[in-house]
């Protein structure tokens, strides 16, 4: 199972982070993914991170401004988005996997707003 | 980038009938394409992976097929539950990119 981080409302140029909390199977075993999800817009890959060895893998479209980390002692990943814009506004879901994934998150509203 | 076009974008259906949805992929994927389902507010659940192993847990009236550049999702006989959006999964190479969805609707 994985349990994210509650909804978000940040200002453009604010970061936000995003928070996965595994449990029920052994947290270094698989990738976790983030997807996002514009509202009313289809499903769009971020990138991953290994929680075994921290090795990460970002989409080009957010090099730079996506950073994903993880804590193995609280089995817990994160997902640091910089430089927010309002086309940030988007629900943020993990999913483990090593290639496809499942099962996901519940997903996090991040809402970008002046 | 794979692009991969899905279709079609929407259709409507009734309970009973037999539904399919295909991905096309912009080059081969082999058979690394995974089939997910949302429903309205929740988070996407995988029913296929490998083009056509049915995830655990997941009714056998759902199918899928294809390798290379073709796939298809196959619902053989729609149920109340089953209306939901669908996506294809491409997970060949990085970035790993989505269909862009099919939404079925009651007719």
């Known amino acids: 199972q994985l349990v994210q981080s509650g909804a978000e409302v940040k200002k453009p140029g604010a970061s936000v982070t995003v928070s996965c909390k595994a449990s029920?199977?052994?947290?270094?075993?698989?990738?976790i993914h983030w997807v996002r999800q514009a509202p009313g817009q289809g499903l769009e890959w971020m990138g991953w991170?290994?929680?075994?060895?921290?090795?990460?893998n970002y989409a080009q479209k957010f090099q730079g401004r996506v950073t994903m980390t993880r804590d193995t002692s609280i089995r817990t990943a994160y997902m640091d988005l910089s430089s927010l814009r309002f086309d940030d506004t988007a629900v943020y879901y993990c999913?483990?996997?090593?290639?496809?994934?499942?099962?996901w998150g519940q997903g996090t509203l991040v809402t970008v707003s002046s | 980038d794979i692009q991969m076009t899905q279709s079609p974008s929407s259709l409507s259906a009734s309970v009973g009938d037999r539904v399919t949805i295909t991905c096309r992929a912009s080059q081969g994927l082999r058979i690394d394409l995974a089939w997910y389902q949302q429903m309205p507010g929740k988070a996407p659940k995988r029913l296929i992976y490998a083009a056509s192993t049915l995830q655990s847990g997941v009714p056998l009236r759902f199918s899928g097929s294809g390798s290379g550049t073709e796939f298809t999702l196959t619902i053989s006989s729609l149920q109340p539950e089953d209306f939901a959006t669908y996506y294809c999964?491409?997970?060949?190479?990085?970035?790993?990119?989505f269909g862009g969805g099919t939404k079925v609707e009651t007719k």
């Open positions: 999964l491409q997970y060949n190479s990085y970035p790993l990119t």
């Open positions: 029920g199977y052994t947290f270094t075993a698989y990738y």
């Open positions: 991170i290994n929680p075994d060895s921290g090795a990460t």
């Open positions: 999913g483990r996997g090593q290639k496809s994934f499942d099962p």
